[in-house]
């Protein structure tokens, strides 16, 4: 069985949770015997010609076939339409099915691919998953939070809403050529997939018409797994049929593990340490945590910022740059295989979302080893943290709500939770799920066609 994964990004530049995953299922499956195969867009290439619009070469990361793909940003001017409508990409995509004679595909995550990655499997085909990461779908920032840090539903006023919160610059640019009616007359039109002019006009259109046209494509497909009850939902809410949902929690790879040096063995004597893993970003709600820091009662506390600064530069560079707290420390971005290291050295994991998590694997790494969470009670994270067994929650936002938690946990680390979690499934257990997804759908595929 050959099994394409595509990807938006993938290692080794790219290590979030989407790309440690694949790469995990990839390893899994290739060591059952499934042909798995990475294709990657790379949005971080580097051209070695200005005449050059793109890049298709392959490499093996992991031991895992990967072909990777990237495509100049001169073939579309228009950004808002470039991340979901990508001829170019789709192109690049199609010639490796053609290439290899594919089982299935599997989609995680289509971003600057575009609909080609829903288009040319079933041009072909062949049975066609996806997998549900986050909002992309649904929400062009794909994380359905509004630049003013309140939380969405999904695109108000047809898309049209979507404007200031994408880009206040278009939205600047419409209202001083007083054009937005003519905007909003747009929303019935199918997008122009193969115009990508970048005019303000053609822009806002790619933000008015995307919902429709993506959420369509999403139904093309065969199955479509849900990590959690909750983003099942939201998507089920916004058009997709629930006959096509499997709700599929997320699996850990052990082997991340391997050298974790042993955890405290008196955790929280004499200090409590507080740990948040993760990108340095708004919507992760990291300024909470350093707000409730500033309400913790208890002498004896200390919180290690573990995470790259560069999803978003401005955000980040602006808080760590501001720590001004000695018992805070920032310790940067670290290698997968330290992720170990990083948890052993602390006593409790802090995750003060303010965006509608699907599941975090930061969480889902702490319950593996054992260490409880404090987490915001907001998306799929109630589903996985059990209060008072694995972790406390909090009303996001509210910095004084977490740092009574933290207080508590202080006061008594050792029966402040009983601790009786119970692990995420391994890995292998997402490999064989998925199997008999796989040859359901293959079976199927091939009976209908005799």
Sequence with gaps: MKVLLVVHQFLPRHVTGTEQYVRALARGMRAVGIDARVLAFEPLVQFDSPDRLFIERDEVVEDVPVRRIGVHHRQSPNPEIR???????????????????????????PRNIGSGAIEEPCLRGLPLVVNLMDFWWVCPNYLLWRRDGSLCDGPPEGGAGCIPCVDPRLDAAIAERHIGREVRSLAGLRTPAGNHAGSAVRQAHALIGRKEHLMALLARADRVVAPSKFIAGVYEKHGLPADKIVHLSYGLDPSRFVDMPPRKAEPGRPMLDVGYVGSISRHKGVHVLLEALAHVKSANVRVHLHGSRDSQPGFSEALVDGIRDPRVTFHGSFRPSELGRVLAGLDVLAVPSLWYENTPFSILEALHVGLPVLASDLGGIAEIVAEGVSGRLFAPGDAKALAARIDEFAADPSGALSFAARKPPHITDNVESLRAIYEELIGARSGASE
């Design 83 to 109: 991340d979901y409508e990508n001829p170019l990409s789709a192109g690049l995509l199609a010639r490796h099915l053609d290439e290899v004679d594919f089982d299935l595909v599997h989609l995680f995550h």
